[in-house]
């Protein structure tokens, strides 16, 4: 394989905000031209505790309940309890109308909160396991001309050295293209990756 003088170009957060994740571009150019890119996606601690405080925050954002509609993370993550007692009082007042705000109603609004805890906390635990903090390539593009020549490989030992750089390391994600899982395979061949429990790191 020919020798291939490589430069790299990382960006940032190049998206809009979603629900707290991140997207980082790693580019790769040869004589000015970018000829790959990788996109890198994760959850940092800073935007966990912006989104995802609570199994509710997690309902809310992950699976869509309708109480998403009443306000954006900075609203849900300090009105939560308040809002979900707005919903709750507008439910029961509508299908129960005797029922007024009160001791009544708190109980059954913490009805309502001990079944949300029931529900999701565990989901938002393995939720957490594999989003916060935990970098993944999301996507991976290398110009047909160039492929077959060692830059996808690159790119992917380039994007670790940058989340190390950061106090992260690169992870391989569950869900992968053919030419994905080909990379990785030889990343762990080489001895460049392991296994560490239920995922695949570079080293």
């Known amino acids: 394989m020919t020798h291939l003088d490589i430069q790299f170009?990382?960006?940032?957060?190049?998206?809009e905000e979603n629900r707290g994740w991140v997207v980082d571009k790693l580019s790769a150019f040869i004589d000015g031209e970018e000829v790959g890119y990788l996109k890198i996606e994760y959850i940092p601690a800073a935007k966990w505790e912006k989104w995802y405080k609570s199994p509710l925050d997690y309902m809310v954002h992950i699976h869509g309940w309708s109480v998403g509609q009443f306000?954006?993370?900075?609203?849900?993550?300090?009105?939560?309890?308040k809002k979900l007692k707005s919903m709750a009082w507008y439910f029961w007042h509508k299908e129960f109308p005797n029922i007024e705000p009160g001791p009544e109603m708190d109980h059954l609004v913490k009805k309502l909160e001990r079944g949300v805890e029931r529900k999701y906390a565990k989901k938002l635990e393995e939720f957490k396991e594999y989003h916060f903090d935990a970098p993944k390539p999301a996507w991976i593009e290398v110009k047909p001309e160039f492929r077959r020549r060692g830059i996808g490989t690159a790119l992917y030992l380039e994007a670790s050295r940058q989340m190390r750089a950061r106090g992260l390391t690169l992870r391989a994600s569950t869900l992968q293209s053919g030419s994905a899982e080909g990379v990785w395979r030889s990343l762990l061949e080489r001895g460049l990756a392991?296994?560490?429990?239920?995922?695949?790191y570079i080293i």
């Open 9 to 15: 170009h990382y960006e940032e957060n190049i998206g």
């Open 71 to 81: 306000g954006t993370p900075d609203v849900m993550g300090t009105m939560t309890v």
């Open 194 to 200: 392991e296994h560490r429990g239920k995922f695949v």
